[in-house]
């Protein structure tokens, strides 16, 4: 539903998305991640025809965005970085303009707009002038005008900037029912946000795309995927480190810290092995106890760090 064919975008001498090319399909949550002026906003701006590309091509539902931009945008609920609201206004009155602008059925528009209030909760504050309401209420009536016409295409930058974490819950709840039968693309900083929501995850950086791919397979290429994290007493630390360092299965023992009287240290995986069973086995049979262990299903912020500046973290 949304095809980008070597999308390119220069500010001046600034690059600011490189020849991006990429699908989305239908059932599709696309979470775009990347360092601050990596080019999302961007992107999403030309997505939406908002902003011209220097070149490139777009589709959206089969219509050319640079050619008729109106029957795309038609398919598109747009939510930008800082939404434009009227300060006069309130929540009932924008929506309104905002439903009789995109041409909605006049006799329907009241039901779906308390329907879409109910669903972003905007109930207690539908009728107080948006200039007096909190951001992240500023934020839910963004969304709220985004989803009015129940579009196919949803694109979303930063939808839960500025939310509460019970909002930011319940956001990312009504994206992922939303989600069937619509191609829906959103930006993020928060990387747990594209485990919860997304089904494909996406990183650019300086314009162009470092990694694409489901987010398991972004944890999984951080260097703790598949490591086990082990807490002793530190009285017995050296032994512990010892006794499961010299198991063929670990490569390398690292991220030693000490907190009182516990030491923690973190077994690194020989390639392809599994550490669980060897480790118990080791020790049950040892001098020392566990205190704790547990399997670590790698780190996104580690990926995010390795694929964006292309440092390894220490230790790697
Ligand atoms: N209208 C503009 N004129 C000049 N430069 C621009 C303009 N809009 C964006 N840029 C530049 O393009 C680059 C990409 O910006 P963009 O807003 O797309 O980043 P982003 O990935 O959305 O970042 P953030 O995470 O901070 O929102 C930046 O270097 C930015 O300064
Ligand atoms: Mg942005």
Redesign the pocket.
Known sequence: MIEIQNLT?R??P????DDLSFRVQSGEVLG?L????????????MVTGF?SPTSGAIQVCGHDVLKDAAAAQARIGYLP?GAPLYPDMNPRSMMRFVGRARDMDVARLDARIDEVCRLVHLEAVMDQRIETLSKGFKRRVGLALAILHDPEVLVL??PTDGLDPNQKHEVRELIRTMSAGKVIVL?T?ILEEVEAVCTRAMI?AQ?RIKFDGTPAELRARSRFAGAIEVAVHTSHAEDAQRDLGDLACVSHVGEVSEVESETRFVLFPAAEAALLEDVQRVAAGAEWDLLSLAVDRGHMDDVFRTVTTGETAEGA
């Open positions: 975008k500010f001046g600034i690059t600011a998305v775009f990347g360092p601050n002026g990596a080019g999302k906003s961007t992107t999403m701006k902003l970085e930058d930063e930006s900083h650019v314009g």
